[in-house]
C-alpha cells in the first residue's frame, strides 16, 4: 500500500509542468515580443477596439510594412499575402484580452520554434567583419539600401560602416572602430 501511494506522488509530481520550460529565456523572441508590444501599443495609442477582427486588420496592415525579421515573423504566423499557414488568431484572440506579449509569443514559440529563432542583429555588439556575407547583405536589405558594385566582404562591410551613423547611430556611437 505504501508503494503505491509513493509511486503516486511521483507520477503526480512528473506530471506538473516546471517553470524553466514554461517561461521563455532571457532574449528569446525577442523580435516577436518587441513586434507584438508595438502592434498592442499602437492598438492602444489609435483607440482600435480589441476585437480579433479590428486587431487583424491593424496585424496586417503593419505587416505590409514590416521589413527584415518582422516581416518573416508575419509570415510565421500568416499575416502576409505569401503565407502558407494562417495561424493569425493565436495573436488576436489573447491580444483582444490583453494577454501579455511574453505570453503570446511563447504560445507561438510551441505551435513554431521558428518564431522564436528571430533575432535582431546589434551593430554595437556584433562585429560586421565576423558576419558572412548573406548577413550583410540582409543589412543592407532591411535599411532599404543595395551595394552596387560590392564585390568583395570588405565592400559590404565599408557600405555598412558609411551607413550606420543614418539607420543604426546608437550602434554608430557605440563603436569605437569607426
Not at 23 to 37: A, N, P, R, W, Y
Not at 43 to 61: C, N, P, R, Y
Not at 80 to 93: G, Y
Not at 160 to 170: F, G, S, V, W
Request: glycine share 4%; aromatic share 6%.
Amino acid at each position: 500500500m505504501l508503494y503505491l501511494s509513493g509511486l503516486s506522488i511521483a507520477l503526480a509530481l512528473a506530471f506538473i509542468p516546471s517553470n524553466s520550460e514554461a517561461s521563455l529565456k532571457e532574449g528569446e523572441c525577442e523580435v516577436c515580443i518587441s513586434f507584438m508590444g508595438r502592434l498592442y501599443q499602437s492598438l492602444k495609442d489609435d483607440d482600435i477596439k480589441f476585437t480579433s477582427a479590428d486587431i487583424e486588420k491593424a496585424l496586417v496592415k503593419k505587416c505590409k510594412d514590416a521589413k527584415g525579421k518582422e516581416n518573416r515573423l508575419c509570415y510565421y504566423i500568416g499575416a502576409t499575402s505569401d503565407a502558407a499557414t494562417k495561424t493569425i488568431n493565436e495573436v488576436t484572440k489573447p491580444l483582444s484580452h490583453h494577454v501579455p506579449v511574453e505570453i503570446i509569443c511563447e504560445k507561438l514559440k510551441k505551435k513554431d520554434s521558428q518564431i522564436c529563432e528571430l533575432r535582431y542583429v546589434d551593430l554595437s555588439t556584433v562585429d560586421p567583419k565576423k558576419l558572412k556575407v548573406k548577413d550583410l547583405k540582409k543589412i543592407l536589405e532591411e535599411w532599404g539600401e543595395s551595394c552596387k558594385g560590392c564585390a568583395e566582404k570588405s565592400d559590404f562591410i565599408r557600405k555598412i560602416n558609411e551607413l550606420m551613423p543614418k539607420y543604426a547611430p546608437n550602434s554608430a556611437s557605440a563603436r569605437t572602430d569607426l
